[in-house]
């Protein structure tokens, strides 16, 4: 092995243990491998920042800008309003939700289909009184397997179809993917419309046509007064909510916080840290006459005519400008003019103040604010909601544009009249010209993270190709495919992508697997492409925990989600089989 090959498998396993470490963001890991590449010299000084002009990046970027254009639209409510009357039973709301998101994924960002769906999810959830989770798992897995099946449908697809073009000369087209993906989705659609049943049964009950509606919420609230628990006990307030609920601190003394025992004696102006089942929390609240915090009506909410404010429940998604900030920091009542009443963050323990509480994606909040204004700050907050609602922020809705520009560059591409690159940079120019998205809209949907790390891995991959990183790891797998047939090689290397992806994003995971899976078929004598597809279905199909996709990241919290091992590993197979099949 020599220096350069030492030196590019150092700085590629030292960038995944970091990734698997998760205390540095990721596009910061990429930035340093790069660094550390240069320094070694295994990239040169003038190829360095190569990746950030590389047509991979334009095409995310503008790929994200029409996804979101489309999910805007309005154009998935009017397709899915012939269904309605059909969606009785769960299996009947899987097959219809799961079908639409599936296809809806070929051609807009999965985590902005799937964003679409959760609200109908709930609104469904609401209707049958049965838990959300079985319909969120479902839509996140299928959100997923939609992807795979058109060039723009996922990242990892765009980028083996560039490294194919480095390889063999020629990038995959438009619908290349189709014959795998199509069967891979469609197997996989199939499978969840039975396989919802292998969630886990002890669920929270049904939710209700009440606000509150999750569980495990941790709320603040103020003894006051007049409260007919003021010198009661500890004992005596989790006896009078039935056991339902549990007293987890009291704040006195302005900011102290205690752990009380049931003995402990309580006294007006108490802040009590109450925990549990969020029906229990609102009957308490009401027969003990307390306050909660958050609802306190002073700024922006208190000028609010009686009969106009209102709670909506809301999930903290990826991006939002909450992450990493408090209610404090944020000012929220004072700048947005809403009120935090509650969080539930997926099981976990809430142990400080929820107004200094460091919000996470995934994080469920309950708030209070001006109706009509309401829409408009959950957008700028980055928050989805959950509850039913229909919304209309004063601007005509583009319905038909956006749909039938995306049809346009994809009928293009097609027809190889343009490449992809154009034809989708060009799309995201159209919808700009014609105001169906504003620059700063534009700006908020692309995922400047992940641009990054596409910007600087692209020269650390490639250096793992030119220092013959990859042909040393290829010669090592196909000393252990030699004995297998060319289906057996091909499941390894999926096997492999597949195993790597819930540790690597998936679009390092591609940079890294598609050098060496097509190295591998070389050195075996068989066809790149059935290997390449492979390390692109590994990589985006990652149904094996609740934290590996961004998908799965943001229905675990509101569909109280904790492992998606039991459906994972079963759709994993599912994959396996129908990509071995048809490649």
Known sequence: MSFSQ??????????????????????????????????????????????????????????????????????????????????????????????????????????????????????????????????????????????????????????????????????????????????????????????????????????????????????????????????????????????????????REGYRRYVPSGTWTLFADDILVLEGETHALEKLVKDARLELVGMKKDGKVASARRGEVGMVEAVVTQGSQMIGRSAEQLSLRERFGVNLVAVSRRGRQISQRLRRLRFQQGDLLVLQGIKDAMPEALATLGCLPLAERNLQLGRKRHVYLPVSVLAVAMILVSLQLVGVTIAFFGAAVVLLVTRVLSPQEAYEVVDWPILILLGALIPVSDALRTTGGTDLIAAWLSGAAAMLPPLGALGLILTVAMAVTPFLNNAATVLVMAPIGAGLAQRLGLNPDPFLMAVAVGAACDFLTPIGHQCNTLVMGPGDIVSGITGGWACRFRCWSSCSARS
């Open 6 to 251: 030492a030196a590019a498998f150092s700085i590629v396993i030292g960038m995944v243990a970091l990734l698997v470490w998760d205390r540095i963001r990721y596009d910061v890991v990429a930035l340093g491998a790069l660094l550390a590449a240069v320094v070694c010299g295994i990239v040169p000084v003038d190829k360095a920042f190569s990746g950030f002009s590389d047509d991979i990046v334009i095409i995310v970027a503008s790929a994200l800008v029409v996804s979101a254009a489309v999910g805007r639209s309005g154009i998935v409510e009017m397709m899915l309003q012939p269904f309605v009357g059909h969606m009785k039973t769960t299996n009947s709301q899987v097959a219809i939700l799961v079908s639409i998101v599936t296809v809806l994924s070929g051609f807009m960002k999965n985590i902005g289909a799937l964003a679409i769906f959760m609200p109908i999810a709930f609104q469904i959830s609401r209707r049958t009184g049965k838990p959300a989770s079985r319909l969120l798992m479902p839509l996140s897995f299928g959100s997923l397997l939609g992807g795979v099946a058109t060039l723009v449908g996922t990242s990892p697809n765009i980028i083996v179809s560039r490294m194919r073009e480095d390889i063999v000369g020629e990038p995959f087209r438009m619908f290349d993917f189709a014959p795998v993906g199509v069967g891979l989705a469609a197997a996989g659609v199939t499978f969840l419309v039975f396989g919802w049943r292998l969630l886990p049964r002890k669920r929270g009950g049904g939710p209700s046509d009440q606000m509150f509606s999750i569980e495990d919420y941790t709320t603040e609230a103020r003894l006051t007064p007049g409260s007919t628990l003021v010198g009661k006990t500890v004992f005596d307030l989790e006896t009078m909510a039935e056991a339902d609920i549990t007293v987890a601190g009291i704040i």
